[in-house]
């Protein structure tokens, strides 16, 4: 199983999960989430992992999973 070590220094440590699993594609209900994200230090590292997995659910390194998926479609345009 995969370390990861950058999970250490993660804003959203202790912090009540749900907010991060919205239970809607309304973009109101991603925002606390979103916002923790923006002042995580981790937040690309999260984001690469959550891109790498190809999580479905839940806010990781601020995005959602439509916008994860909208970055995975850019991507592979642009390879
Ligand atoms: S970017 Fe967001 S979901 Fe990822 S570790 Fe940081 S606070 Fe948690």
């Known amino acids: 199983m995969e370390t990861l ?3 250490a ?3 959203c ?3 009540n999960s749900d907010i991060f699993y ?3 594609e309304d973009e109101s209900e991603a925002r ?3 916002a923790i994200c ?3 230090p981790v937040e690309t590292a999260c ?3 959550a891109l790498t997995q190809r999580e ?3 806010i990781w390194g601020g995005t959602t999973e439509r916008e994860r998926r909208r970055i995975l479609r850019h991507r592979r345009k642009s390879a």
């Open 38 to 40: 923006n002042a995580c």
């Open 32 to 34: 606390e989430a979103k």
């Open 9 to 11: 220094q993660s804003a």
């Open 5 to 7: 070590t950058w999970r």
């Open 22 to 24: 919205p239970t809607s």
């Open 56 to 58: 479905r659910e839940g």
């Open 13 to 15: 440590a202790g912090i």
């Open 47 to 49: 984001l690469e992992y």
